[in-house]
């Protein structure tokens, strides 16, 4: 057993020295398929203390059910329960569109509905362990805006916090002002601070991804290459680092729980706390990496890549990881979403050339 596993890495250095994938301070296994979708593209992951594996369903792709949970024979129920599952429209209760999805340490599944114009946007807590519903949080219209697009978000059970990435959807309606949006789990309340900050908005800079240019159309026919502000969020173990960046941007910057958590303070006075933690390319989620750093996914080059303090390195790199979206880590594992978002007719210019099944991926990692 251990000639086998000096084996494996060796192997993984010695591709890593050919490849610039990876360092030999990890070791980083095979992309291996979980589980394939074929209606609508898996979004977000999360994977609770007991193991149950929960995919929210693109709301692009007007998904007949919200959330599922992938079971160990990879079939798909829906969850917390097919009421809440299938949408407002029939039943007693149901989300609108979800993207994010998170566990807290005591098995608490907290998922981010965006709402719709007939559902206020809201944070549902279910008790996975129990079944039953913990609260709804509906969120404060002050702290919206008319394109919100709120789309993930972290879990600060220290603080009794929860902090959204409102990336707002400027490219398609009304302007881009990124904010974060902080929740008070206990009292409800809501605060949305760093709006249009410079760390939160988009470069200028285009995306090209499979050479294919990230883009709309104009009424005029035109191509209108698409920029997106404040989208990945992760928290570290503590409670006490928010790291975050923008979808077209190639930073990942930090920021402490204490000063974004202060209502006390103004926008410019969290701008000063905000600081650097290192580089990243255009990506769509990051995740704390178990051993230190930061996951992220890297949208032009089909890979992963960790963060740690100023600097970057891939991980992993599979042309199968067409738009690698959502990350999770658990037992060794990493979890990756892979959805060809860049091929859905919004993002393609409207070609629409994605090519089912969607596939939720995992390789190991170990650091």
């Known amino acids: 057993m251990i000639k086998l ?3 494996v890495i060796a192997t993984t250095v010695g591709l890593s020295m050919l490849n610039g994938v990876a360092s030999a301070a990890t070791e980083v296994g095979p992309l291996e398929p979980v589980t394939t979708f074929e209606d609508a593209r898996g979004a977000g992951i999360t994977i609770t203390p007991s193991g149950r594996l929960l995919i929210s369903m693109h709301p692009l792709d007007n998904p007949k059910l919200k959330i599922v949970e992938v079971m160990a024979n990879g079939s798909k129920q829906p969850f917390p329960n097919l009421d809440w599952a299938d949408g407002p429209e029939t039943g007693d209760v149901g989300f609108s569109a979800v993207i994010g999805i998170h566990s807290d340490s005591q098995g608490i599944v907290w998922m981010l509905d965006m709402g719709s114009e007939a559902s206020p946007a809201k944070l549902v807590a279910w008790d996975s362990n129990e079944n039953a519903l ?3 949080i509906e969120l404060d ?3 919206l805006k008319a394109n919100s697009f709120v789309q993930d978000f972290v879990i600060d059970e220290k603080h009794n916090k929860i902090y959204i990435a409102d990336m707002t959807f400027g490219n398609f309606a009304g302007a881009t002002k990124p904010a974060i949006i902080v929740v008070d789990t206990e009292t409800g309340e809501s605060k949305r601070v760093l709006e249009s900050a410079s760390y939160l908005m988009p470069e200028d800079r285009e995306l090209v991804i499979e050479a ?4 709309s159309k104009t009424d005029d026919g035109k191509p209108n290459p698409l920029k997106f502000g404040l989208n990945p969020i992760a928290l570290d173990p503590a409670s006490d680092t928010l790291y975050f960046g923008a979808f077209t941007g190639t930073k990942i910057y930090q920021i402490s729980t204490s000063a ?3 209502t006390s303070l103004s926008d410019n006075e969290l ?3 905000i600081q650097v933690f290192g580089p990243k390319n255009p990506s769509d989620g990051i995740a704390l990496a178990p051993g230190g750093g930061v996951l992220a996914t890297d949208l032009e080059n089909n890979a992963v890549g960790l963060t740690t ?4 390195q891939t991980l992993i790199q599979d042309k199968r990881l067409s738009w690698p ?3 999770a880590t658990s037992n060794g594992y990493v979890y990756v979403t892979q959805d060809q978002l860049h091929q859905h007719p919004a993002f393609s210019q409207g070609l629409g050339n994605a090519k089912p099944p969607y596939v939720l991926y995992r390789f190991r990692f170990e650091q």
Do not use: W
Request: net charge positive; charged share 35%.
């Open 212 to 215: 294919s240019l990230l883009a």
């Open 260 to 262: 974004i958590g202060d």
């Open 141 to 143: 219209s002050k702290a």
């Open 271 to 273: 701008e000063k706390s």
């Open 309 to 312: 303090k100023g600097k970057y």
């Open 134 to 136: 913990v609260k709804t």
């Open 5 to 7: 596993k000096q084996l």
């Open 325 to 327: 979206d959502s990350l």
